[in-house]
């Protein structure tokens, strides 16, 4: 729904909840007409219930509210002397239309001093785990979001196993697209694998299903800082069509809301306005070579072939900590690496065993099919790629047929226009057009292992609205994670360390600990 039809929707609401309360109000000495005013109401009605005026804004904030509005229910008939479990069925059942019931069919008598404390052990659990359950999902919705880096397209910068803190505010908070959704979790339910917001997913039914037109617009706090070039940025992947994220080979493709597409980290190599060309897999920014953060390092894969056959693939892993080879390609006993650093190399051509290491590039000019944006008139592919100009927001390009590959998903996808082309005219909302005007800014998100990285490469721009933050923290790193907790080993120089930083990763895990033992000696 649009902002209009949600206003209109919220007044609907208010109104429903004055002819419901109105005389509840009245009974707890205030006045009719305060059932009705928007936001005020739930001011007063917190006044009466006896709870904290800050349960105000949570009754507003997306996916929080679905804890706390059956919270209220049960609250306001209590309230009135409504304490018994079927009173607290009733209210949550008829999603608080129970309150009706007390309200005009009831003379029920305001408590005014009521106790607020459970009246038995299992109620006194129930009210501490869903207040935990809100503070928790209040922190990761808005705050601080626990990541964990799945695949090695960062490495050296971000291992896999790296447990990270993300902070939403950084970039501005933003405010829940989808409304009806599990909190504290992603896109589908641990254990049960099931779905875990309410949407219509059918690309054929996305844009008139009644469940699909309970997605709030797009809103973002805002935030102290700008995405900056070279940072590393947690998103939602923008053409995600997976069921969910574990699920790499569905059965049909599905149309997901923004913030339930799956989650990537990646750096943001290009930023809004930049012109970015990739040229032997390195990226130039505006005609430049980038250059990465001290913490950072490119790696590509290599062609690898030994002087003899006593090979030992496993010392060399251990000996220049490079991910697993895929082991011997042809007859000439010749091995794949993946994931080797320009510093690596230097010292792995210096082994005594190693004749020669040659760089798996792909030739300038020959087209990936696979490769960004998908079109036959673009020979590019992931060594040799562009030049592109990143779209910022105000700013006007031409537009023509032989660019429209480039940013028809931008117009189309991500700003939501009517696009269409009449021999070689196109049109923008019925209206003819050879410019067009970009609504939000977007980024350019790469790997830093490019050869073993699925990113803008291939499937374009990042929009702004996709961002959710910036990694921060790490707050744990497990070395082996995915290969059975016998095989766990904790990297400490990596536990209590900061993501971004120039010079070398240091730890605080033991001027915590330190910290923590202090105070609580002290208090």
């Not at 109000?25 to 009466?48: C, D, H, S, T």
């Not at 609205?465 to 707050?475: C, L, M, Q, T």
């Not at 400490?492 to 202090?518: A, C, E, M, N, Q």
Request: positive net charge.
């Amino acid at each position: 729904m649009t902002l209009i039809q949600w206003f209109i929707f919220f007044l609907i609401i208010q109104v429903v909840h004055g002819l419901g309360t109105w005389k509840l109000y009245i009974k707890a000495g205030r006045q009719p007409w305060e059932a009705f005013v928007p936001v005020y109401n739930a001011f007063i009605l917190m006044k009466i219930i006896n709870r904290s005026p800050w349960w105000t804004i949570l009754l507003f904030l997306p996916i929080i509210n679905l804890i706390m509005f059956p919270v209220v229910w049960v609250e306001t008939a209590r309230s009135f002397g409504k304490n018994t479990s079927l009173d607290t069925f009733l209210a949550v059942v008829t999603f608080g239309l129970y309150n009706y019931y007390i309200n005009y069919f009831t003379d029920a008598k305001y408590i005014e001093n009521r106790s607020l404390h459970p009246k038995s052990a299992s109620g006194d659990w129930v009210s501490s785990i869903l207040f935990a359950i809100v503070a928790a999902t209040l922190v990761h919705t808005y705050f601080i979001q626990p990541y964990v880096i799945p695949s090695s397209s960062l490495e050296k910068s971000l291992l896999v196993g790296d447990f990270l803190f993300v902070s939403k505010f950084h970039y501005g908070s933003r405010v829940p697209m989808t409304t009806v959704a599990a909190p504290m979790v992603h896109d589908t339910i641990p254990v049960l694998k099931k779905k875990s917001y309410l949407f219509n997913d059918d690309f054929t039914k996305r844009k008139t299903s009644w469940l699909n037109k309970l997605q709030l617009p797009y809103l973002r706090l805002p935030g102290f800082q700008k995405i900056k070039r070279n940072e590393i940025v947690v998103f939602n992947q923008p053409v995600d069509t997976l069921l969910d994220m574990n699920n790499f080979f569905p059965d049909r493709n599905y149309y997901k809301p923004i913030d339930k597409k799956t989650n990537l980290v990646k750096r943001c190599v290009g930023i809004a306005g930049d012109s970015l060309e990739v040229r032997n897999g390195y990226v130039y920014i505006n005609g430049k070579k980038n250059e990465l953060p001290d913490r950072a390092e490119i790696q590509f894969s290599y062609y690898v072939q030994p002087k003899t056959n006593q090979f030992n693939i496993k010392q060399m892993y251990d000996l220049y900590k490079i991910t697993d080879p895929f082991g011997i390609i042809n007859n000439q006993n010749t091995y794949k690496f993946v994931a080797i650093g320009d510093e690596t190399i230097k010292k792995f051509k210096n082994h005594p065993n190693v004749l020669s290491a040659t760089p798996i590039l792909e030739t300038q000019g020959l087209r990936n099919s696979k490769i960004f944006p998908h079109n036959p008139n673009y020979n590019w592919n992931v060594d040799f790629f562009g030049p592109i100009y990143i779209p910022e927001a105000g700013k006007t390009i031409d537009i023509n047929l032989e660019v429209l590959p480039l940013y028809k998903r931008v117009i189309t996808e991500y700003e939501r226009n009517d696009l269409r082309i009449e021999g070689n005219q196109i049109y923008i909302n019925g209206k003819l057009s050879n410019t067009y005007t970009f609504k939000q800014d977007y980024y350019w998100m790469m790997g830093d292992n490019r050869h073993n990285s699925i990113d803008a490469r291939f499937w374009g721009f990042v929009p702004f609205n996709h961002v959710v933050g910036k990694p921060v923290f790490i707050w744990m790193s497990i070395d082996g994670i995915n290969n059975g907790i016998k095989n766990w080993k904790i990297r400490w120089d990596r536990v209590f360390s900061t993501v971004h930083g120039s010079g070398k990763r240091v730890s605080y895990l033991i001027p915590f600990l330190v910290v923590l033992l202090g105070w609580y000696g002290f208090s």
